[in-house]
């Protein structure tokens, strides 16, 4: 089946510093990848969809100029957390779908667990 | 935009005994209803997926039920075991994509 990895899968970092997290889809193109946040014990909460070669759309709320995503391949989509607090900890999941439309199967990565000290 | 509701949010049953996983949802619009397995500190795994133009669908010990109707489907996992010990998220997909609240399922060996 389809494979999604994201890398690294834990991360721990000092408050101010950036962090990249890369999500790679690695044997099909992914048209659409979507970035996930999600709280312990909670559910997925959608933070944007980016289509490749296209800016991304953030969902309400999200602060593009904090979270920036670039979706420059069919492979490949990064997440950077630019100037990180202590309230960016969390786990971050990528996801992947080889079509623009959400009918279609989204295969996810392994999860980033976030830790800002 | 979409509503969706997933009960129960925990479920312990006995290993071999049957769990169901029900999801309710608002827009009628919505055509493409998936099921996810998470393991803890894991990313959601697809075990199921249905679309609206089918009313069940099952694949060995997992099964899941659209009623477009009445706006609601089902997971159904016959013979439990404790490998099935999970947290399972529905989802709906129309326009976005749009997750239920989880429910921790625990099979009592």
């Known amino acids: 089946g389809a494979v999604v990895s994201q890398h690294p899968s834990r991360v721990i970092c000092k408050s101010g510093t950036s962090v990249k997290i890369e999500c790679r889809s690695l044997?099909?193109?992914?048209?659409?990848m979507f970035w996930y946040r999600q709280f312990p014990k909670k559910s997925l909460m959608l933070m944007a969809t980016s289509n490749e070669g296209s800016k991304a759309t953030y969902e309400q709320g999200v602060e593009k100029d904090k979270f920036l995503i670039n979706h420059a391949s069919l492979t490949l989509s990064t997440l950077t957390v630019t100037s990180a607090h202590p309230e960016d900890s969390s786990f971050y999941i990528c996801?992947?779908?080889?079509?623009?439309?959400?009918?279609?199967?989204?295969?996810f990565g392994p999860g980033t667990r976030l830790t800002v000290l | 935009g979409e509503n969706v509701e997933q009960h129960p949010s925990t479920l312990s049953v006995q290993e071999g005994d049957s769990a169901v996983i029900k999801c309710t949802y608002s827009d009628s619009a919505s055509n493409y209803f998936p099921w996810y397995k998470q393991e803890l500190g894991k990313g959601p795994q697809l075990i199921i997926d249905?679309?609206?133009?089918?009313g069940e669908k099952k694949d060995q010990r997992i099964a899941v039920t659209l009623n477009k109707t009445a706006k609601h489907f089902s997971l159904h996992i016959t013979e439990t075991q404790p490998e099935d010990s999970a947290v399972y998220f529905c989802?709906?997909?129309?326009?976005?994509?749009?997750f239920g609240t989880g429910t921790s399922l625990t099979v009592i060996p």
């Open positions: 044997d099909f193109q992914a048209t659409t």
């Open positions: 996801s992947a779908s080889g079509g623009t439309g959400v009918g279609n199967e989204q295969f």
């Open positions: 989802a709906v997909g129309g326009n976005q994509f749009y």
């Open positions: 249905i679309r609206s133009n089918v």
